[in-house]
């Protein structure tokens, strides 16, 4: 298998509805208003398009072999167990979570059984963190905040052992864009040559990542995706 065979076609959205549970749509036609959130590559063969936005959850199934999720959970008790009870259905899954439902330093509702959970730095009021099931999966703590997550992923493909960085970032829409510790990492992986995959809320629109409007938070992301190897995926 390819990367491009893991990790490939997205075939569902979700949103989290106003009672705060997650709430299935169909792929046709499955947009949200305020679409801050985007699913970003570099290195890696991602096909497939779904437009759904801050709200929404972006899933693949790649040849049913990884799932990988980004969802803002909007510190929802009852979408945190929804996630719970989707991702203990899987095999084999990521899971990027923005603004998990938290009290103090604690995240709150999350971890089924057999899974793991990634946190940037243990500190009150972390806005991103990672569920992984079924991967071979370290955190990298140098590339962490308490809004941006970040692992190391390790998958075999063809035989041989292949690494993927991987990171969920929430981006503080009274801060620059993007964060130094974002450009950091981004930067790294550039120079290094490693595969990274990276899913967020980075609240600003553009139309490059399906907004119905551009921003000028959403122009210097832009601008700043140009200068990277990254690309757009949802």
Known sequence: KSLKDLIARPFMAWVVSPSGSLVRRPRKGARVLNDDGVVMASSLQVQGEVPCGRSGVRQWRPGSRIAVR?????????ASCQVNKSFSTLSRGIFLIQEPWIRG?????????NTQIFRGALCDGTRSCI???????INLPQFGTKDLTTIQVELNIKGTVTTIIVASVYCDI???????????LVRHCDNKKLHLLIGGDINSHHLAWGSTDCNPRGR????????????IIN
């Open 70 to 78: 980004q969802l803002n959970l909007q510190h929802s008790r009852a």
């Open 105 to 113: 330093d604690k995240i709150l509702g999350l971890g089924a059984k």
């Open 131 to 137: 569920l992984t099931r079924g991967v071979n999966a």
């Open 174 to 184: 009274g801060n620059n864009i993007p964060s130094p510790e974002l450009d950091l």
């Open 220 to 231: 210097d992301f832009a601008e700043f995706l140009a200068t990277t190897s990254l690309e």
